[in-house]
């Protein structure tokens, strides 16, 4: 199995910015889907962004595109989340997820395979 563990969470005010970052256990993390989801208390699970293998594509939810960049180094086996320009919306536990190649919906939680523990961030206006 694939382990997650992220990290980099914390309190910020808005407008400043933070930088997560999820570790991976695996033999063959560059050939993994991975993407950030965040759930915020009494919400849905919500997509946030996702990163291809060998980063030839990103995608982005509507709501963070222009202010989060996501991105992946392949050599130390980790994805960051790079957040600019934070607002309290952006409140919500912040999950890492991975999946193995597929086709369909990636903006769908049930098209990953493995979750990290979740990371907190918390924007003060």
């Known amino acids: 199995q694939v382990q997650l563990a992220e990290s980099g969470g914390g309190l910020v005010q808005a407008g400043g910015s933070l930088t997560l970052s999820c570790a991976a256990s695996?033999?063959?993390?560059?050939?993994?889907?991975m993407a950030w989801f965040r759930q915020a208390p009494g919400k849905e699970r919500e997509f946030v962004a996702l990163?291809?293998?060998?980063?030839?594509?990103?995608a982005y939810a509507d709501t963070v595109k222009g202010r989060f960049t996501i991105s992946r180094d392949d050599a130390k086996d980790t994805v960051y989340l790079e957040m600019r320009s934070l607002i309290p919306e952006d409140t919500a536990l912040y999950y890492c997820?991975?999946?193995?190649?597929?086709?369909?919906?990636?903006?769908?939680?049930?098209?990953?395979?493995?979750w990290g523990q979740g990371t907190q961030v918390t924007v003060s206006s």
């Open positions: 695996a033999r063959t993390f560059s050939t993994y889907h």
């Open positions: 997820a991975a999946a193995a190649p597929f086709s369909g919906n990636y903006r769908s939680e049930y098209s990953y395979d493995y």
């Open positions: 990163v291809l293998p060998s980063a030839i594509g990103t």
